[in-house]
């Protein structure tokens, strides 16, 4: 079973999460989506594949209300995990991503694909993108 747990301001990171699961449906994958407020150590542990979707927030940061204690508090469930990251920005060049990718690397993620980024969510055009995005992570 693949995992895609994201969350979402105001909907961008929401629809990329829609999307990705589309495309691993495609591929005729198990997947299942749920927002980070639902999410448990469990489902990480059951994760063939940890999908983490989460926006640029604060300074080029996650958000820390929900996303980053999900990672400090099952930081030891990472290691050697495969796992994938997206998430949509706004106004920077993806630095939260890249630091992001950095932190997972630290705790032995093994990330199956580099991360996806999109700048908001643009209709008619990022949807392919994600879709894409979900049939290569599962690939
Ligand atoms: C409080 C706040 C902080 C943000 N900080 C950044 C940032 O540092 N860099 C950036 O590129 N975009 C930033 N953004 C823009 C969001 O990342 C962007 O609107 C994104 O599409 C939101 O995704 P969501 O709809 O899933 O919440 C910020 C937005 C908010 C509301």
Redesign the pocket.
């Known amino acids: 079973m693949i995992k895609v747990i994201y969350w ?7 629809k990329m999460a829609e999307n990705i699961v589309c495309g691993i449906q495609e591929t005729g994958k198990e997947v299942e989506i749920l927002e980070v407020s639902n999410a448990t150590d469990k489902d990480i542990i059951d994760a063939e594949v940890l999908v983490l979707g989460c ?6 940061e996650l958000e820390d209300s929900e996303v980053i204690p999900f990672i400090e508090n099952n930081a030891a469930l990472m290691q050697g995990k495969k796992m994938a990251l997206f998430g ?5 060049t993806g630095e ?1 991503m890249d630091a992001w990718k950095e932190q997972m690397a630290s705790l032995g993620a093994n990330l199956v694909a580099e991360p996806l980024i999109v700048n ?2 643009t209709d008619g055009q990022d949807e392919a993108i994600c879709n894409d995005y979900g049939k290569k992570i599962v690939g």
Request: aromatic share 20%; proline share 5%; charged share 10%.
């Open positions: 979402t301001g105001t909907g961008n990171t929401q926006p640029a927030m604060g300074a080029e949509s920005y706004g106004w920077g939260w908001e969510f």
